[in-house]
């Protein structure tokens, strides 16, 4: 399998053929949401009372615990066993763990950031139906979580924890490793389709979606806030802002990409430690 190739967009500050095209693209409402998101990541003296009550909304209530799901009647299964699993295996923490690989789609840009990709990985689904009565009424997720990694291949929210909980207490009950990577595969989130498809890879930036090429937006840059004010973006800054002390850690760039047959979508952020 041929790697995608990567190209990274420039630092602030730096100048270049591309690099002045992206940094005279607006992004609107999106880029503005994400660039008070930005703030969220470290604590400056005299910043503002939003960006106060924003941390707060992320981070001021005691994250969900696998027990909490159990208790509050979620389905949870794990996904990879060969036939059907022994009996007693269901649940958070079986006593035997299949180990799945990760989707192929984005095998070549773990193979560029170095990740196993042997099956070692770990996948959990939980789902909860809200409302007997009604088809849609439902929460759905399937996270895959390895050393470092978590892989979000489904998420549907009706009611209940949000992405970022579930996510958190999928990696923490598997995991010690420090998060490094989230990638949000087979994106259909309509927001981020648009701002992708139309806005980013559009004739203001001389891109063409699909693009298997991994473009890897920098922190700061106009693209990386727009991409940051998104639903999936606002979820994953939830993550790291729940999961770590603020200050500590903070999203470094967020990547963009299609699978080598052009057809899903894909992002990956980079959870980086803060610069001290």
């Not at 693209?223 to 802002?241: D, F, N, Q, S």
């Amino acid at each position: 399998m041929v790697l995608n190739k990567l190209i990274k967009s420039p630092e602030i500050g730096t100048s270049g053929n591309r690099g002045s095209l992206f940094q005279k693209v607006q992004y609107g409402e999106l880029e503005k949401e994400g660039a008070a998101l930005q703030k969220c990541f470290t604590f400056s003296p005299g910043e503002s009372n939003a960006t106060k009550a924003r941390v707060i909304e992320f981070s001021g209530y005691t994250p969900w615990s696998p027990q909490d799901f159990v208790r509050t009647g979620w389905t949870i299964e794990r996904i990879g066993w060969k036939g059907d699993p022994p009996v007693g295996t269901r649940g958070w923490n079986p006593p035997i763990a299949p180990l799945t690989p990760l989707p192929w789609s984005i095998l070549p840009v773990a193979k560029q950031l170095g990740i196993a990709t042997e099956p070692i990985y770990k996948t959990v689904s939980l789902f909860k139906l809200v409302n007997d009565n009604a088809e849609n009424d439902y929460s759905d997720y399937i996270l895959q979580v390895g050393p470092g990694v978590i892989v979000s291949q489904l998420s549907s929210r009706f009611l209940g924890p949000h992405w970022s909980d579930v996510a958190l207490a999928v990696y923490k009950q598997y995991e010690t490793a420090p998060l490094k990577y989230v990638f949000r595969v087979d994106i259909t989130n309509e927001i981020v389709e648009r701002l992708i498809h139309e806005e980013i890879y559009s004739v203001k930036t001389g891109l063409a979606w699909p693009d298997s090429t991994r473009r890897e937006w920098q922190i700061g840059t106009c693209e990386y806030k727009a991409l940051l004010g998104t639903p999936l973006g606002r979820g994953v800054v939830a993550l790291v802002l729940r999961g770590y002390d603020r200050g500590t850690k903070l999203i470094s760039s967020i990547s963009t990409f299609s699978d080598e047959h052009k057809v899903s979508m894909h992002m990956l952020f980079v959870i980086s430690d803060q610069p001290r």
